[in-house]
């Protein structure tokens, strides 16, 4: 199986959000600057992702996207699912063609085996494990750079 490139991007940009996140809304360019993805691309992702019920959006110069969940709480599988639909269609033959082609039948429960174990892993990784990841492997984080003023 391989992710398209708006799964890959989705999960990079939670990621971005969740781990450079301050708590102030993420804003697009920053996010594409980071992790090196079309911004154009990244706003048709985040429409995706904003009607999973996972980011919302906040407008005005100090707008952008914040996770609608804690990081703990929102799976791998959530985001590719959000952008993608059930892994499973991915996968698996839809019953007009098996109808079509009984031979397929013998492969379809094979795709969905497979499906299912993928959807497992993928629920089972959250934003939080991927925020734990980052800081083991020392990613520089953004946003925490800010002066402090001491008198």
């Known amino acids: 199986m391989k992710l398209s490139s708006k799964s890959l991007y989705a999960v990079r940009a939670m990621f971005d959000m969740a781990y450079h996140g ?7 360019e920053d996010i594409a600057r980071r992790q090196s993805v079309p911004p154009r691309f990244l706003e048709q992702i985040f429409q995706d992702l904003k009607r999973a019920s996972l980011v919302h959006s906040k407008r005005g110069p100090r707008g952008g996207y914040i996770l609608k969940r804690d990081p703990d709480t929102i799976s791998i ?3 590719v699912r959000a952008v993608e639909g059930p892994i499973e ?9 098996v109808e079509l082609n009984p031979g397929l039948c013998v492969t379809a429960k094979l795709w969905k085996e497979l499906a299912e174990r993928i ?7 959250s934003l939080q494990d991927l925020i734990a990841r980052g800081e083991e492997q020392g990613v520089e984080r953004e946003g925490y750079n800010e002066f402090v003023y001491v008198i």
Request: glycine share 12%; charged share 30%; net charge negative.
């Open 119 to 125: 959807d497992e892993v993928l629920s089972e990784v």
């Open 89 to 97: 269609d991915g996968l698996c033959h839809k019953a007009s063609d």
């Open 22 to 28: 301050t708590g102030a809304p993420s804003k697009i």
């Open 77 to 79: 599988g959530d985001i």
